[in-house]
């Protein structure tokens, strides 16, 4: 057998050996999507000649799984930054742990960004302490006044309440088998990255958009958050329409709307974007599509997430976790429109990987599998810096 062929063969073990753990974590629609994210990887580099957006080079990614390795076979010494089992008492990890490079977490959180929707849109913030306060202005547009000759100006009053962004610990615990470990080439880094990245942007997502406050509050259950409500008689998601759009882009101040856009669940979108008029013709240009004018403002941008649809000239783009068409309801809040930028990411630190030989990882005695846990730690923040960036979309009470 060739080389390439042996490349080739191992590289396809090591990606069905991926998939079948990725299901059976986080789902197959989770799965599929770190699935594209090694592909895009892949490609990447392809293209580049060796780079991909995690901006690690090969022989990076190569210490990274012999660091893995290492820790994971005990061999302390050849780990980066090992930690000592004293330090991680607050991990309730008895067994040992270490910090990824800065180099790795950094691509970690790139993947994260590169996928997820608040990742990629929020602003960031770079964290030293658990809590940090945050200006939020709350006052209205201010225009200052006109003075006349040899006459005093008012002061003006400027309104700020105060967001807190307070730290909170993530955490996926992934378990692989010894063999892979042992025998993989340098694509598991690839397998390992990504899976990082896209839990981090997936849960952030999630709390971003539909947090109930544990640990933080997302959009559609902030109470200080403005709320569209569809005219009477339009009680489900799929009556939405460019009414409200219109009103929702009304609604919002408009040193904020540069950069504001649309967020649904994909099958309120699917049904959306259909609409047609009594002449039974499709409402929106191109059935919904991004123009090529929209999608210019991405081009040259590795990673971020993309526009799904387009409208009144704002884009729209999916959360999985948003309501789906199929839970609607009356008085139910189901979309968001608004700017992003106007949340706010705290990042605390760097990723911290423990290791587990032994213990019950899903209902199972990894020691009795010959199988090795991977627990990834991140610490980041979270809140809403103004509220009156965005409007909730809420269908009629009847």
Do not use: C
């Not at 986080?26 to 991909?52: C, F, Q, Y």
């Not at 608004?338 to 705290?346: P, V």
Request: overall charge negative; aromatic content about 8%.
């Amino acid at each position: 057998m060739e080389i390439k062929e042996l490349q080739e063969k191992i590289l396809g073990i090591v990606d069905t050996v991926m998939q079948e753990k990725l299901r059976a974590i986080v789902g197959e629609e989770v799965a599929a999507e770190t699935t594209k994210i090694v592909e895009t990887l892949r490609l990447e580099r392809a293209i580049t000649g060796g780079l991909d957006r995690t901006g690690l080079t090969e022989e990076q990614k190569k210490d990274f799984v012999a660091q893995v390795k290492a820790v994971v076979r005990g061999k302390h010494e050849d780990a980066i930054r090992v930690k000592a089992n004293e330090a991680l008492i607050e991990e309730q990890d008895n067994r040992g742990g270490y910090l990824v490079p800065k180099e790795v977490a950094n691509a970690i959180v790139r993947i994260a960004a590169s996928v997820g929707v608040i990742m990629s849109q929020a602003q960031k913030w770079t964290m030293n302490r658990d809590e940090l306060d945050i200006p939020a202005y709350t006052g209205s547009f201010l225009e200052g006044e006109y003075l006349g000759v040899d006459a005093a100006g008012t002061v003006t009053a400027m309104t700020f309440a105060q967001a807190k962004l307070i730290v909170k610990k993530w955490q996926l615990a992934f378990v692989l088998g010894n063999d892979l470990l042992a025998d993989t080439p340098v694509q598991l880094a690839d397998w390992l990255l990504a899976i990082a990245g896209e839990s981090l942007a997936n849960m952030v997502d999630k709390q971003g958009f539909a947090g109930t406050g544990a640990p933080f509050v997302g959009l559609t259950n902030d109470t200080s958050i403005p709320v569209l409500t569809m005219a009477t008689g339009k009680d489900t998601f799929a009556e939405f329409d460019l009414d409200e759009a219109s009103d929702a882009i009304g609604a919002v101040e408009e040193s904020v709307l540069d950069g504001a856009a649309f967020y649904f669940h994909r099958t309120v979108w699917a049904k959306t974007r259909i609409k047609k008029d009594t002449a039974g013709n499709y409402i929106l240009p191109q059935v919904g599509a991004p123009t090529t004018v929209l999608m210019d403002n991405y081009k040259g941008l590795i990673g971020g997430a993309r526009p799904v649809g387009e409208i009144l000239g704002y884009p729209v783009f999916s959360v999985r976790h948003l309501l789906a068409n199929s839970a609607t309801a009356v008085s139910t809040i189901f979309g968001v429109f608004g700017n992003l930028k106007a949340m706010a990411y705290g990042d605390r630190g760097e990723m911290r990987v423990s290791q587990f030989v032994s213990g019950s990882f899903g209902g199972k005695e990894i020691a009795l599998a010959d199988q090795t846990a991977l627990v990834y730690k991140h610490r980041h923040a979270l809140v809403r810096s103004l509220a009156n960036a965005f409007q909730n979309i809420k269908t009629a009470a009847s």
